[in-house]
């Protein structure tokens, strides 16, 4: 019976109300007012699919990349010792704390044309900045500590005494770790990726500066939104926000069913 | 009478912690609240703190209805089963802290907030350890300063919540003697919740034995040891032996043999018999009584343990001096003859 | 312990998965960071000196600070109270109010930004009420503080609730005996169990709210020297082919970032012995 129950819980529903819920509200209810019609409009333009099918597929194949290699990080991180473990495992937290503008113009800088990479791929015709492939680097950024710091902790509290076993019934270490370990770890793993994928889908000052921004090419879901207000289409800017919101929603719902499938199977 | 508690229900969801509760407690009385573990007894205590609040019914203190005071204005002294210490406080500014929250008007000056503070320090013999941090303290030094904590508001009723539960045999032991001797001087009303009954039997002035949620049986120690109202109770206090037996004539018949009836029993007819496993005499030879083979002596502090198989099937272990158990040798065939035995009803 | 994985593991592997770890990390991350410095200094020291001390600049410096001023108070209070009530009493709903409290967590700020203008824009619900008022919330810097406040809400929250969840509730409890009022058990004896949780989300929060970037371009009108906050003005910077200037504003943020990556490793090492509950940032 503590004291102070209910100014707490008053003064927490209505900020949420304020912030949260009618805000959401406004999201979920104005995509209609210009009729079903319009809202069907805005969602089925080629340029709105191009846009979607841009950050949902950039931000699946950079979650991915980020699967591998911040699995590698991570288990480096974890398992082995080395001089400057510890910088590189604070500097994994970088873009959580870099803003997404500054990381936006490096970026930029490095992947155009006359940029420090950029330029190695300019001669051979290959553009990198301004390219869904400028986006997708973008993404890789972003999505980087989310996976090595949802696979870390669990990979610290691995048994080693079942790699132990494995090792005296004659399995070599690749053996090991494709058999026994990375089974352990695939649902954090995912949970990573999940974490990564749902950042990046939404993500915007990192990649606008190096998306081309070229309508059906190089054009990110975020920014039609910001097209559309500034057109004054509010119920199609919220058609937009609706639609990507509903989508990353039913694929964070279909990835934790998964997560949860995986690790039951481990438990019972 | 100062605390009186009046047919307490209790729910939490869909399990009934407590139905229908009465009990009382005299002014500086030492009152233990024993049962097993979901007896209710933790909650009968969190309500007259004011840590719940009952479905129904009424808890008064010197005529004062206390549920319609909040905790804080109870003037309750409680001590948690984990202690509960300010982790990030020292061991003084623990003991100050209900000081401190006095309302401007009846709070002491800083100097005499320390003087007392160092009193209770010294009545707890904890005078070396005021600027100790709760992690630097050991178990049995933790549970005396969340005692002194709780009395340095000088509290109307002090409330202590399993007090010796975490705490190794000889501690508990020994502090079980000294919370006596701390309630002699201080002559506070004390209630004590515990699920061992050597301690509430040893310190308690009177005794309230709950089960799931209902008084058993009120009384002093004495009472409750010598004259159990059920065989809950019977079993709860000391080991039991349980044997089916028939009453006849005032006297329950054991595989033929009559033992003596202590109490009040059922009529004639089917029963359950309940013996102290120190209360049968062992003979060998031919004659009276249970027909058993020892299996095992083994000596357990002061008494020697006898494990018997009984010829008519299951075992049972009965208490010896040392010097009875002598005499006798494992595999050896033995009558055994209960003195004396309570008898109920069989369960249901 | 774990680290002896380097005598376990063949050499090569470990050699092979070190060397790949590392060139990774400079790529992804070192690169990027090292190109901001670079090229902020890139016409030398006057140059970069002079972009900081430009007013419009400065303006911008100024207003990120304001907004960051206001929204992580804000958010801090509310991480306390959300936490208190989630995590020292029980009631219904619990767990779909944190989900609410998670939220803004997963949506991209661009919506954050949005969900504000639908709101209180020209065509707004309240649009119509407002400009009855004389009142402009979008294209102010009222609106770059409830976008900010949104778009950082959950940080503090986060921290607190799963560690304050598994130091229970009985020291508040014997507080309460002991005659504590909800004040002084919160100042007393909740807030000193949690400060070092409330410190490292006060230190996510700020690091958040200053380099906010989506949600204030969509609701800021991008009006220089009065609605440009640092992030915002960077753009205007680079737009403008201004790179030098753009970076060098950048390089302020990208030091603010470092340090807070610094301060929240010791907060980590610290935090860790104080028994912290599972988290997912």
Not at chain 1, 235 to 246: E, I, N
């Amino acid at each position: 019976m503590l004291p102070g129950f209910g100014p707490a819980l008053g003064f927490t529903l209505l900020y949420l109300s304020f912030f949260v819920l009618i805000p959401l509200a406004a999201l979920v209810l104005r995509p209609w007012e210009a009729g079903f019609g319009h809202f069907w409009a805005v969602i089925s333009d080629a340029r709105t699919l191009d846009a979607l099918r841009l950050s949902f597929g950039a931000s699946f194949i950079a979650a991915s990349i980020n699967a591998v290699f911040g699995t590698i990080v991570a288990w480096v991180l974890v398992r082995y010792d080395f001089p400057a473990r510890r910088l590189l495992d604070a500097l994994v937290d970088l873009p959580f704390a870099l803003p997404t503008a500054v990381a936006g113009i490096a970026l930029a800088a490095i992947y155009a044309p006359n940029g420090i990479i950029g330029s190695l791929f300019a001669p051979m015709g290959v553009r990198i900045a301004y390219t869904p492939l400028g986006v997708m680097i973008a993404l890789i950024f972003v999505g980087f500590p989310f996976m090595v710091r949802s696979i870390q902790p669990v990979l610290e509290d691995l048994d080693l005494e079942a790699e132990e076993a494995a090792a005296t019934l004659g399995a070599n270490r690749l053996r090991t770790i494709w058999q026994i370990v990375l089974p352990a770890i695939a649902p954090a793993i995912l949970a990573g990726f999940s974490l990564a994928l749902a950042r990046a889908v939404g993500e915007y000052g990192s990649v606008i500066f190096i998306a081309g921004n070229i309508p059906n090419v190089s054009e990110i879901a975020p920014l039609l939104i910001v097209i559309r207000l500034d057109e004054f289409d509010y119920a199609g800017a919220a058609a937009v926000g609706f639609v990507m919101l509903s989508i990353s929603f039913l694929l964070l719902l279909a990835l934790n069913t998964l997560q949860d499938f995986i690790s039951r199977r481990g438990r019972s | 009478m100062s605390l009186v508690i009046s047919n307490i229900k209790k729910q939490f969801g869909r399990f009934p912690a407590l139905n229908d509760v009465s009990l009382f407690a005299e002014d500086g009385e030492f009152l233990a609240l024993l049962g097993p573990s979901g007896s209710g007894k933790t909650t009968v205590l969190r309500i007259i703190a004011g840590l719940e609040q009952p479905d129904s019914g009424a808890v008064s203190f010197r005529g004062e209805d206390l549920l319609a005071t909040p905790v804080r204005r109870r003037g309750i002294g409680f001590v948690f089963q984990h202690y509960a210490l300010f982790r990030h406080m020292t061991v003084e500014q623990n003991i100050g802290f209900g000081i401190h929250a006095k309302p401007a008007r009846s709070r002491p000056s800083s100097a005499e907030i320390k003087s007392r503070v160092g009193e209770l320090l010294t009545m707890m013999q904890l005078d070396t350890l005021g600027k100790r941090f709760p992690s630097q303290l050991s178990g049995g030094q933790r549970q005396r300063v969340a005692l002194a904590r709780a009395l340095a508001i000088e509290p109307k009723i002090l409330l202590l919540d399993e007090p010796f539960g975490a705490l190794d045999a000889k501690v508990r032991r020994e502090l079980r003697a000294w919370l006596r001797d701390l309630h002699e001087r201080t002559g506070l009303t004390t209630i004590f919740v515990t699920h061992d009954q050597e301690e509430a039997l040893e310190i308690a002035d009177r005794v309230a034995l709950l089960k799931q949620g209902a008084l058993e049986q009120v009384g002093t120690p004495e009472e409750l040891y010598h004259e159990p109202a059920s065989a809950f109770v019977f079993d709860f206090l000391g080991d039991t032996i349980q044997l089916p037996c028939t009453v006849d004539g005032g006297v329950a018949v054991i595989e033929g043999f009559g033992v003596p009836i202590l109490g009040a029993h059922p009529e004639k007819g089917p029963a359950m018999a309940y013996l102290r496993p120190d209360e049968f005499e062992v003979e060998t030879g031919e004659g009276a009584g249970l027909a058993a083979r020892i299996r095992d002596i083994s000596l357990v502090g002061p008494h020697a343990s006898l494990d018997c198989a009984l010829d008519r099937g299951g075992a049972i272990e009965i208490r010896l001096e040392h010097d009875e158990a002598e005499k006798l040798s494992p595999r050896e065939r033995v009558r055994l003859l209960p003195r004396r035995t309570r008898v109920w009803a069989l369960p249901a | 312990m774990s680290r002896s994985a380097t005598r376990r593991d063949p050499g090569w592997m470990v050699n092979a998965l070190i060397v790949v770890s590392v060139i990774y990390f400079a790529l992804v991350l070192l690169l990027p960071l090292g190109t901001v410095f670079a090229e902020a200094l890139r016409k030398g020291l006057g140059a970069y000196l002079a972009a900081i001390a430009d007013p419009e600049a400065q303006s911008a410096i100024w207003l990120t600070l304001i907004v960051t001023a206001i929204a992580v108070p804000l958010n801090t209070a509310f991480g306390v109270a959300a936490a208190w009530a989630v995590t020292k009493f029980e009631f219904w709903g619990k767990n779909a109010l944190v989900t609410l409290i998670d939220l803004p967590f997963s949506i991209s700020p661009v919506i954050s930004g949005l969900v504000f203008v639908l709101l209180y824009g020209a065509h707004g619900w309240f649009g119509a009420l407002l400009d009855n008022y004389n009142v402009q919330i979008i294209f102010t810097v009222t609106a770059l503080v409830l976008a900010t406040t949104l778009v950082t809400l959950p940080f503090v929250a986060r921290e607190l609730i799963p560690l304050m969840q598994s130091q229970g509730a009985d020291e508040e409890a014997a507080a309460v005996t002991l005659g504590a009022g909800a004040w002084r058990t919160l100042f007393f004896v909740t807030l000193p169990n949690i400060r070092w949780a409330l410190m490292y989300g006060v230190l996510l929060c700020t690091a958040r709210a200053m380099g906010e970037f989506g949600a204030v371009s969509v609701v800021s009108g991008h009006i220089r020297g009065q609605t440009a906050t640092m992030p915002l003005q960077i753009e205007i910077l680079y737009n403008e082919y201004n790179s030098v200037a753009a970076f060098s504003l950048a390089s302020l943020l990208a030091f603010f970032a470092l340090v807070t990556l610094a301060i929240k490793t010791a907060l980590e090492a610290r935090f860790a012995d104080d028994l912290a509950a599972q988290r997912l940032r």
